[in-house]
């Protein structure tokens, strides 16, 4: 079932152009987009019964080999974010804060990326922590298992060309 949801948020990644699968690991997939081209792995945040939600929440970690990103990191978050709201990445052994969008964030820099990726291939889960536009305060949560192993597939196979 966990594969179906991983492999429907395809619809909520980008445009419609046919994606390579480049394999289904835990609960995160790696898909390749040659008409970008661009190769990423992806994970659907957990269900979190009844919460309000504007958005599917999803996690990117992405491959733009033409204009020399590799292994860059996006969220979609469930919800509107308020106005100056940040958004923190939480691990155990460390916390990352995000710039944002309405309901997207990144990182503003490379080392906050390198650091919430290193912590992706250790740690065994991860928390999105936010504040919606209503004011109220909201998580999304990511189990890690197969995220490791979806960031290599991805990056291989967008340096097969």
Known sequence: MRKLLVL???ALA???FARDSLGVF?????????AVPRCYAI????KNGGRKQEF??????GQWPSRGIRGAVH?????????????TVSFPEANFTLQTGQADAWPADQTTNAGIIAQ?????????????????????RYILQ??????????LGCAKG
Do not use: H, N
């Open 75 to 87: 969220v979609r978050l469930a919800r509107r974010l308020a106005a100056g709201s940040k958004v």
């Open 8 to 10: 429907g948020v395809l």
């Open 26 to 34: 835990g609960t995160w997939g790696a898909f390749r987009d040659p």
């Open 14 to 16: 980008g445009t419609a």
């Open 146 to 155: 197969g995220a490791a192993s979806a960031m290599d597939a991805a990056a």
């Open 56 to 61: 599917q929440p999803y996690f990117t970690v």
């Open 120 to 140: 992706m291939r250790s740690a065994r889960s991860m928390v999105v922590i936010a504040r919606a536009s209503d004011g109220r305060s909201f998580r999304d």
């Open 43 to 46: 994970a659907m945040a957990e």
